[in-house]
């Protein structure tokens, strides 16, 4: 298995918050973390240090990131970064069309390559994990499990929820 210490993300969002939050997620995580708060500052950051993997927002001032991911894409020593899209706007007026302009584009190859705001962190670790082949069978802590567990009760069917109890009890 991959180490995550020698794996660099870069962060690419225009909101501090949720900048400071992705980083922290992963840094907790063990990996190396770069930040941009916009696709001319990431293509900087790229030129200093070349990621494993980018984290990017869509909607952001100056350069958003499907211009980003042209322009990389373009180039061919680039072009092979993974990357994830972190976006709140996939589905409204902000960032519809350019979500849509990925997928039609087959830039979003899979759902594994986007997630949608409020970011759940360890959806977000295995998303990011899965991209970089590193393995997400099993969970680090027991606290990653618990929030999937929790997720998952939110929306569970009260019978299937009996007879895994019975199970547990069992």
Known sequence: ?????????LVVDDEPDIQLFLKTILEDA????MTANNGKHALEKISECK???????????????????A????NPELANIPFIIVTAHAHDELGKEDFLKLKAGKVLVSPHA????PVVPSEYLAKIKESLGLETLG???SNELKEKVMDKLKTANKDKLE?????LEG
Do not use: C, H, R, W
């Not at 322009?71 to 373009?74: R, W």
């Open 51 to 69: 990621p494993d993997l980018i984290s990017l927002d869509l909607v952001m001032p100056k350069m958003g990131g499907v211009k980003l991911l």
């Open 139 to 141: 969970y680090s802590d």
């Open 30 to 33: 063990g990996f190396n973390v």
């Open 163 to 167: 007879k895994a109890l019975n199970i």
């Open 1 to 9: 298995m991959n180490d995550v210490k020698n794996k660099t993300i």
């Open 114 to 117: 986007y997630i949608e705001k």
């Open 71 to 74: 322009y990389l894409q373009k």
